[in-house]
């Protein structure tokens, strides 16, 4: 009886079995199916049948899997039903015609019956993997939709573990990795989130996300994340719990936009705004360097600033200003100077590079009075060059009383209120100077009105014309008359000058547009129309690059009237006392040439006579050369022009003076034109040309040459002579005084030569009498070369 309700019992559990939703599968330790309802056929295609007594693995297991699934059921007859999990498995399958398809496994395990066996209820689960497949890709879209957000999101489940952390906000905090760390910990330590003064932590509750999850709308919470390696960034965040409509919280949701951008941008308007208004009213430098100290200050919430100024000599630093919030108990370094590298301030000036300490109580570099600034509260110091393009103008100091690491920003900022101060010290320095280049110049101008010279200024530009840049106030002493307000004195001058002396003005000018000092005297016609004679001096100065000249010039026609008041006086006492010695030395001579004709004089006598002799005619040749030059200043005396052939004339000379050529060993040549006729007084002119030639054998050292040319002029209206010499030469400052009354060269006087200084000046005059010219230049390979120009044809003169 127990054995038939017993039986009776599994045919009410195979036919429950039978109706049953889900497939049925029961396996022994081998893997053999022992029971197989009808939903199996069903999902598997195999009839209960066909399925019963064979292998499960042979039946629904997909070829690549099978090799597992038989050493899963390996292990379950080795080690028994204790290894293996109660509890739901997914597992991939096939069906009879192949097809592959996941399916839900729950398992039991019976032992009850003499040997494990493994019941399994089998769901078809392809709809939830399909479903599954579908929330993977709205996921990944979603995923792929946030990072693309330039907006930081964050998001945390019900329990408050981070779920979501879009690549905004991994790049704002610096986190790795595609997900965030799990975990609710503590917010702001997490995550580094601070007040927006970047110092104070937020505490756990004030975090956006804390507070979103907790049931509270965020609007524009402002932040600085701070994480442990790169720079702070500052947002604001909102927040918004996330809430089904039953009421259920499901977590939290936060945005960070980040405004650092914005916010240094605000920060630098409000402090160069400040700055800007400081500078606008201050009144001196002084003024303005407290003023912006302080500005900068309150704007960046410091407590203390400082300026120091190099002096202007650029010896020491001096401070110029200070500022400290109300209460502070620390006034700074008592020094009011600092040399270079000497202190914080000395320190940049030597470097010319910013200064940041961000704790004074670990700081290894020296800073002043740093107990003092302990114990005022103060913490940090930063200190920073103010330049004037390489050049460093001043320091600007601040200090804070909280620790401050080194912020690229706040250094960006302060750099341009650097640049500010710089460039208006610098515009102030450029006032103040032009202030006192007025009042100088005012001094200036006070003291040259009271003299008679005109003094000038031009600057000669780089294609060699002169701009005018100072004149005078009143150039009447040089042109008799107040020049016209804004007058080119330089043009004015040219135009006005003598046409005689135009040449070597010409030439002084060029001088002087060449850059080298010059100086001339020459006649101005004046605005008055009188002729004065000017000393005009110029020096050149260069400025910047810029060839400017300075110059004065000065009226002196009183100084050349005396010295033609003087020259004429004495060239009448010259002609008087000549007059007066001609007579007597004419007469001592007669008697000296009876007295050599004398007989029975001693040989000694007859010397002294012969010194007697000789001195009495240079005595009579230089009294008739200071007598040749009296009358022919004074016009007394004419020449006797007539026809001449200057050719012969000049060979005659010649031949004269070989004699005394050929005593000092001297090589005389000539080159003469065949026949060239001249208008002249033969004998003045034989007198032109012996004192040339007699020069040239004086001056002429024993082995040297003469040569002698005549020629006339491509124009053919003036004969030219010229006496070339390998003499002693004359230095090239004095040809200009060559032909002046008593002068002698230095080289001259140097060798011992006598000479009167009276023999080029009566050749000047007589040859200017004729309407002609003499001139003296230096012989290329040394000595002096005299070149006369004579008029072919009759002398307006």
């Excluded at 028994?80 to 096939?94: I, M, N």
């Excluded at 004089?601 to 001195?615: H, K, N, P, S, W």
Aim: charged residues 25%; proline residues 5%.
């Amino acid at each position: 009886m127990g054995a038939v309700g017993h039986l009776g019992d599994a045919q009410a559990l195979q036919a429950i079995l039978e109706q049953a939703r889900d497939a049925f599968i029961s396996l022994d330790a081998a893997g053999t199916v022992r029971a197989w309802n009808a939903a199996a056929e069903r999902l598997f295609g195999w009839s209960a049948t066909e399925a019963l007594g064979r292998s499960v693995t042979a039946l629904i297991a997909p070829p690549s899997l099978r090799r597992r699934y038989d050493e899963g059921l390996a292990r379950l007859r080795e080690h028994g039903p204790s290894h293996l999990p109660d509890h739901r498995l997914e597992l991939a399958v096939v069906d009879r015609a192949g097809r592959e398809f996941p399916i839900e496994m729950a398992l039991q395990v019976d032992d009850r019956h003499g040997g494990p066996l493994l019941h399994a209820f089998v769901h078809d689960i392809s709809d939830r993997h399909e479903a599954r497949r579908r929330l993977e890709e709205e996921r990944t879209f979603l995923r792929a939709l946030l990072d693309s957000l330039q907006v930081g999101v964050m998001a945390c489940d019900g329990d408050g573990r981070l779920t979501l952390f879009n690549r905004a906000a991994r790049e704002l905090h610096h986190v790795t990795g595609d997900r965030p760390a799990g975990g609710d910990g503590d917010w702001p330590q997490d995550r580094n989130l601070f007040a927006p003064d970047g110092h104070t932590r937020l505490r756990s509750e004030q975090a956006p996300l804390a507070r979103a999850h907790a049931g509270e709308n965020v609007d524009g919470q402002h932040l600085v994340v701070r994480p442990p390696e790169g720079e702070p960034r500052r947002c604001l965040v909102n927040g918004r719990p996330i809430t089904t409509p039953d009421g259920r919280r499901l977590g939290a949701v936060s945005a960070l936009h980040d405004i650092t951008d914005q916010y240094r941008a605000q920060v630098l308007r409000e402090a160069q705004h400040a700055v800007a208004q400081a500078l606008a009213e201050a009144v001196c430098s002084e003024q303005a360097a407290t003023r912006v100290i302080s500005a900068v200050a309150r704007a960046l919430d410091w407590s203390y600033g400082e300026y120091w100024q190099i002096d202007p000599d650029r010896s020491v630093l001096v401070r110029v200003g200070a500022w400290h919030r109300p209460g502070l108990a620390f006034t700074g370094d008592p020094a009011e100077t600092v040399r270079r590298g000497q202190g914080l301030p000395g320190r940049v000036w030597a470097t010319g590079r910013t200064v940041w300490m961000s704790d004074l109580r670990t700081e290894p570099r020296p800073f002043p009075h740093r107990r003092d600034a302990l114990e005022a509260g103060l913490l940090s110091a930063v200190a920073l060059p103010v330049r004037s393009g390489d050049q460093v103008l001043g320091v600007l100091v601040f200090c804070g009383d909280a620790v401050q690491e080194p912020d690229g920003d706040l250094i960006a900022l302060l750099d341009g209120v650097c640049a500010h101060v710089g460039r208006y010290l610098e515009r102030r320095r450029a006032e103040e100077l032009a202030l006192a280049l007025a009042a100088s110049r005012r001094h200036f101008d006070q003291v040259v009105s009271q003299i008679d010279d005109n003094v000038w200024s031009i600057e000669i530009t780089p294609d060699g014309r002169a701009r005018s840049v100072y004149q005078s106030q009143d150039a009447a002493g040089v042109f008799g008359d107040r020049v016209p307000a804004g007058a080119d004195i330089s043009d004015l001058l040219l135009r006005h000058v003598h046409p005689e002396d135009l040449p070597a003005y010409t030439a002084f000018d060029e001088k002087v547009r060449a850059g080298f000092p010059a100086q001339i005297e020459c006649r101005v016609t004046g605005l008055d129309g009188a002729t004065r004679w000017i000393w005009i001096r110029s020096t050149p100065r260069r400025e910047d690059g810029r060839l400017f000249a300075d110059g004065i010039s000065t009226d002196v026609t009183e100084r050349h009237r005396l010295a033609e008041e003087r020259d004429r006086m004495k060239d009448e006492l010259v002609a008087l006392v000549s007059h007066e010695l001609r007579n007597p030395i004419g007469t001592l001579r007669g008697y000296v040439e009876m007295l050599v004709d004398a007989p029975g004089l001693t040989g000694t006598q007859r010397m002294f006579a012969d010194v007697i002799e000789r001195t009495s005619a240079h005595l009579l040749d230089l009294v008739d050369d200071l007598l040749d030059l009296a009358r022919l200043d004074a016009g007394q005396v004419a020449v006797d022009p007539r026809p001449v052939s200057l050719t012969r004339l000049v060979r005659q000379a010649v031949d004269d003076h070989r004699a005394a050529a050929a005593a000092k060993d001297l090589t005389v040549t000539t080159d003469l034109a065949a026949h060239l006729p001249v208008h002249a007084d033969p004998v003045r002119l034989r007198q032109v040309l012996d004192n040339l030639l007699s020069n040239a054998v004086k001056y002429t050292p024993a082995g040297g040459a003469v040569t002698v040319g005549l020629h006339g002029d491509d124009a053919g209206r003036a004969a030219v002579v010229t006496v070339a010499d390998t003499g002693i030469g004359v230095p090239a400052g004095e040809y200009p005084h060559l032909f002046g009354r008593f002068f002698r060269a230095s080289t001259a006087q140097e060798a011992g030569i006598k000479g009167t200084g009276l023999g080029l000046a009566v050749t000047r005059a007589i040859v200017e009498a004729h309407g002609g010219s003499v001139a003296a230049a230096p012989r290329e390979g040394g000595g002096t070369v005299f070149t006369v120009r004579l008029p072919v044809g009759p002398s307006p003169a």
